[in-house]
Nanobody, 123 residues
Framework: VQLVESGGGVVQPGGSLRLSCVTSGFPFDDYGIGWFRQVPGKEREGVSSISPADDITYYINSVKGRFTISSDRAKNTVYLQMINLKPEDTAVYYC?????????????????WGQGTQVIVSS
C-alpha cells in the first residue's frame, strides 16, 4: 500500500496550490481518502475527505469555500485544490486511506498514510 503526496510549496497569502495523493496497493473505490495537516506541537487535524465511489465530500469549517477535494478514479488519485490560502494553513499535509469510514476525517479512522508534503503560506 502506498500513498504519495505532492504539490506542496511556498505561496503568498491569497495564493493557490493543488495537492495530489497518488495511491496504489488497495481497491481505491472501497476506501475513503482524507487530507490532514499538522504543525509542530499540535495534533494532526482532519481537513477534508472524499469517498471516491460516490464523491461524497466533507470539509472542516475553516476551509469551506477555499479547499476542494476531488478524485480521479482512473488514476487512483485524490486532489486537494486550495485557494485563498492563509498563513494559518501552513502545515505538513498528509493524505490517508480508510476502509469504509465516511465523515469528517479523524486520524484514528484511517489505516494507511502518506509521508506528507509541506505547505508554507507566507509573505
Amino acid at each position: 500500500v502506498q500513498l504519495v503526496e505532492s504539490g506542496g510549496g511556498v505561496v503568498q497569502p491569497g495564493g493557490s496550490l493543488r495537492l495530489s495523493c497518488v495511491t496504489s496497493g488497495f481497491p481505491f473505490d472501497d476506501y475513503g481518502i482524507g487530507w490532514f495537516r499538522q504543525v509542530p506541537g499540535k495534533e494532526r487535524e482532519g481537513v477534508s475527505s472524499i469517498s471516491p465511489a460516490d464523491d461524497i465530500t466533507y470539509y472542516i469549517n475553516s476551509v469551506k469555500g477555499r479547499f476542494t477535494i476531488s478524485s480521479d478514479r482512473a488514476k487512483n488519485t485524490v486532489y486537494l485544490q486550495m485557494i485563498n490560502l492563509k498563513p494559518e494553513d501552513t502545515a505538513v499535509y498528509y493524505c490517508a486511506a480508510s476502509l469504509g469510514y465516511r465523515g469528517l476525517p479523524r486520524p484514528a479512522e484511517y489505516d494507511y498514510w502518506g509521508q506528507g508534503t509541506q505547505v508554507i503560506v507566507s509573505s
